[in-house]
């Protein structure tokens, strides 16, 4: 699910990224092969950490961030948990793309960090919204306009589309084909959230920019010809 810090989201100024982060609490042994067990105990002073589960969604549904309780099949969620889903294809694709030192890394990190703006747009439906909920969802035109500018700039550094691409290309490339697959996805579940008014048009326009970018389909991808 999408993440949201106090206020109401954790966007492009607050974006944490996954793979810096550690979690001693899930590590089995100790730097010498100490058995959990064997640690000290904490003192009684010490502050327990809160629960990562709640157990409200075991009867099949979930809170929106307005407060109001749908079911977890919801269009909402289901636009929710795809978009989730794309950022995790995105996260694994930078790896990827990491190692072969190319250039765009940071406009998929951007594009990852905008993401989570886009969660909290959806999980704020606007038919239980009230003016303070808004105020902290709506999400703006901004990064739409900085995605024409990527997709403008690395357009014009490639030749001529004359055939269909085929999802492959190397890992990155197909990792980056499985991404704009993810996106189109995403972007199906948002239009009738658009169409409804229950989110904002800019949700669904920054989905339809993201995977136009010409790095999702490098020019050494395999094609095949146009018939």
């Given at each position: 699910m999408?993440?949201?810090?106090?206020?109401?989201?954790?966007?492009?100024?607050?974006?944490?990224?996954?793979?810096?982060?550690?979690?001693?609490?899930?590590?089995?042994?100790?730097?010498?092969?100490?058995?959990d067990g064997d640690r000290p105990q904490p003192?009684?002073?010490?502050?327990?950490?809160?629960?990562?589960?709640t157990k409200t969604g075991d009867k099949g549904f979930s809170s929106t961030f307005t407060g109001e309780r749908?079911?977890?099949?919801?269009?909402?969620?289901?636009?929710?948990?795809?978009?989730?889903?794309?950022?995790?294809?995105i996260g694994f694709a930078m790896?990827?793309?990491?190692?072969?030192?190319?250039?765009?890394?940071?406009?998929?990190?951007?594009?990852?960090?905008?993401?989570q703006d886009v969660g909290s747009a959806l999980a704020t439906p606007r038919s239980s919204a009230r003016e303070a909920h808004l105020r902290h969802a709506t999400f703006e035109a901004g990064p739409i306009s900085e995605l024409e500018q990527w997709i403008d700039r690395y357009s014009s550094q490639?030749?001529?589309?004359?055939?269909?691409?085929?999802?492959?290309?190397?890992?990155?490339?197909?990792?980056?084909?499985?991404c704009r697959a993810v996106c189109r996805r995403a972007e199906r579940r948002v239009v009738p959230l658009v169409q409804s008014g229950e989110t904002d048009a800019n949700v669904a326009k920054f989905?339809?920019?993201?995977?136009?970018?010409?790095?999702?389909?490098?020019?050494?991808?395999?094609?095949?010809?146009?018939h």
């Open positions: 999408a993440v949201w810090g106090l206020g109401g989201r954790l966007g492009l100024r607050g974006c944490l990224c996954a793979r810096k982060l550690l979690c001693p609490r899930f590590q089995s042994r100790g730097p010498q092969g100490v058995e003192s009684s002073k010490t502050p327990k950490l809160p629960k990562i589960y749908r079911p977890k099949d919801d269009q909402v969620f289901e636009a929710v948990g795809t978009t989730d889903e794309l950022s995790s294809a790896e990827l793309i990491a190692e072969k030192g190319h250039p765009f890394v940071e406009e998929l990190q951007k594009i990852q960090c905008s993401l490639l030749p001529p589309l004359t055939a269909f691409i085929l999802p492959s290309g190397g890992k990155s490339s197909a990792a980056l084909h499985f989905l339809n920019r993201s995977f136009r970018l010409p790095p999702s389909a490098p020019p050494d991808s395999v094609t095949i010809s146009s």
